[in-house]
């Protein structure tokens, strides 16, 4: 009897189902009429993809990248067209939270800690990359970027120190002592062997909502998130958070990460100021979101608008 219950009937079944937030994975493996009303309700909703580095446990709502590719090619390849929404959970050997320990003689900012997590973060992206780059430039996808830490990790000849952030009479050497907050990036600044992806409608680069763990920062640095737009040429959106927990007396890392946001990152250009592409690298560019921006110029002034009002006598 279920077998040949009309399809708009079982589309109806479905949307009742689904607006009542009941799972509908079940559904599908009844036979394959119930699978091809279903299945549509169930990947046009937001898709969490998890990086499996390491063999960490997943999100509870996560998929494999393997499991993802697999859904989505061979007799599978439909589903695309009903997918609009990823989101990108990386996995990375360790979590590296913000202002939270302090520096000692013989520490340096390039360490096997942070090389571990950028390795990571370059090999899940260009594993990602590959599986997108089959899609069709007509798929459009809006995807999220994230990165969690499978353990809680501390680097080479540093300690905790849970206020490092903060410009105390207790910590007054913050600006030389503190350690810079983590951002991944591609080894070497070197993003060349991700491969164009040209389903990409829009990206998103800011805090993400995570089930198990909350609120998280995408922890993601911007020259890498730039060099992941320079990949994606059909991109129409692109939506960052840079809210850091900068202060004024981090001269040096406002500096650095200033130096990360070249100047041609929309329009690349050569040592003479001429264009090294023959036409722009996303022509249907529309949008550029920048979020939470600290409020600091590098020199530590306060950026703020004033406004002054002219004497009218």
């Known amino acids: 009897m279920a077998g040949i219950l009309p399809l708009e009937l079982l589309i109806a079944i479905g949307s009742y189902l689904d607006e009542g937030g009941t799972p509908l994975a079940s559904y599908t493996t009844v036979c394959r009429r119930w699978q091809a009303a279903f299945e549509p309700f169930i990947y046009s909703k937001k898709l969490v993809i998890h990086s499996d580095n390491g063999g960490t446990e997943a999100p509870s709502s996560a998929i494999s990248v393997d499991k993802f590719q697999a859904l989505t090619s061979g007799a599978g390849a439909t589903r695309r067209t009903w ?30 800690v942070r090389k571990a997590n950028n390795e990571a973060f370059r090999s899940a992206t260009f594993r990602l990359f590959q599986v997108l780059r089959t899609w069709d430039q007509n798929n459009r996808v809006s995807l999220e970027f994230g990165l969690m830490g499978r353990q809680l990790g501390e680097e080479p000849f540093t300690s905790y120190y849970p206020d490092a952030w903060e410009y105390t009479w207790d910590f007054t050497n913050g600006r030389t002592k503190a350690t810079k907050p983590y951002r991944a990036c591609f080894p070497d600044n070197n993003a060349s062997m991700l491969p164009y992806v040209a389903c990409i409608d829009k990206l998103h680069f800011v805090d993400l909502w995570d089930p ?33 927990q900068t ?67």
């Open 247 to 313: 202060r004024p007396d981090q001269l040096e890392y406002l500096q650095a990460r200033r130096q990360a946001l070249t100047l041609d990152f929309l329009c690349p250009i050569d040592d003479f100021g001429q264009p090294t592409l023959a036409d722009l690298h996303w022509p249907h560019l529309e949008t550029i979101e920048l979020n939470d921006v600290p409020r600091w110029l590098p020199s530590g002034t306060i950026c703020i608008h004033k406004i002054l009002t002219a004497d009218r006598n």
């Open 212 to 244: 198990d763990n909350g609120q998280r920062n995408h922890q993601i640095w911007a020259k890498a998130i730039f060099q992941i737009v320079q990949h994606c040429p059909t991109i129409v959106e692109l939506h960052v958070d840079l809210d850091y």
């Open 83 to 112: 997918i609009r929404q990823l989101q990108n959970i990386i996995s990375v050997p360790y979590e590296l939270p913000d202002w939270t320990s302090r520096k000692h003689k013989g520490y340096r900012l390039q360490n096997p």
